[in-house]
């Protein structure tokens, strides 16, 4: 696969979706359309820095509804959460999966936590 394919993924909160590959600068940045060619649009972008002995991820999602952003923030806190034990137990942090119909257990209760945060902060 590579820029111009289109895949189909399944997020661990159930969203599932079809992404196409605009830029893989491997492994520092990539950049992806979300349901391409559809009213819902839109990019997420992500970047890969070193900094010493770590390294920084920024994800960056464009072409949200103002009304989306707060649902959008918490979730993508709880992903990123996840692959930050992912990354610290060296392998899977719902090693018993997740689908479409069940997403990964504890992801839309720590959602449902997060979200009245975001709901709340102001945003523009």
Do not use: N
Not at 24 to 49: K, N, S, V, Y
Request: charged share 20%; glycine share 12%; with cysteine.
């Amino acid at each position: 696969m590579g820029v111009g394919s289109t895949i189909q993924v399944v997020f661990t909160s159930t969203w599932t979706g079809h992404l196409r590959i605009e830029a893989c600068d491997a492994p520092r940045h990539l950049l992806l359309t979300t349901e391409p060619g559809t009213d819902d649009e839109g990019q997420i972008e992500a970047w890969l820095t070193e900094e010493g002995a770590k390294t920084r991820l920024v994800v960056e999602e464009r072409g949200l509804p103002m009304t989306h952003l707060p649902f959008h923030a918490s979730g993508w806190r709880v992903h990123l959460e996840d692959l930050g034990r992912s990354l610290g137990v060296a392998g899977p942090v719902h090693p018993e999966g997740w689908s479409s119909e069940a997403g990964a257990p504890g992801w839309q209760r720590r959602w449902e936590e997060l979200t009245p945060t975001y709901q709340q902060a102001e945003i523009g």
